[in-house]
């Protein structure tokens, strides 16, 4: 399946580098500050990856650059939206 992400470039800035090490990372660090934060219980057990989900790392390095800009395009697309729902 392919698809196309669009968002301004001014906008994606704010996401620059943020997806560079992987989802694997980001994975970890969200649910480790969901816990402090008391989002989630102190004693949830970090879940296991979807059977479907690559681990970042076997993913070629070739690919990954491209696979970071669409999560950094992704994100900018959801903050829009996050950003517009008082206006509608």
């Known amino acids: 399946m392919y698809c196309i992400l669009h968002a301004l470039e001014k906008d994606i800035a704010k996401y620059k580098e943020k997806y560079?090490?992987?989802?694997?990372?980001?994975?970890?660090?969200?649910?480790?500050?969901?816990?402090?934060?008391?989002?989630?219980p102190e004693n949830t057990v970090y879940p296991e990856?979807?059977?479907?989900?690559?681990?970042?790392?076997?993913?070629?390095?070739?690919?990954?650059?491209?696979?970071?800009?669409?999560?950094?395009?992704?994100a900018t697309q959801v903050d829009n939206i996050d950003q517009g729902i008082p206006r509608v």
């Open 20 to 40: 560079d090490n992987g989802w694997d990372m980001l994975r970890e660090e969200r649910f480790e500050r969901m816990r402090k934060m008391g989002v989630i």
């Open 49 to 74: 990856r979807h059977e479907d989900a690559a681990v970042w790392y076997t993913i070629p390095n070739r690919l990954r650059p491209e696979l970071a800009h669409r999560m950094e395009v992704y």
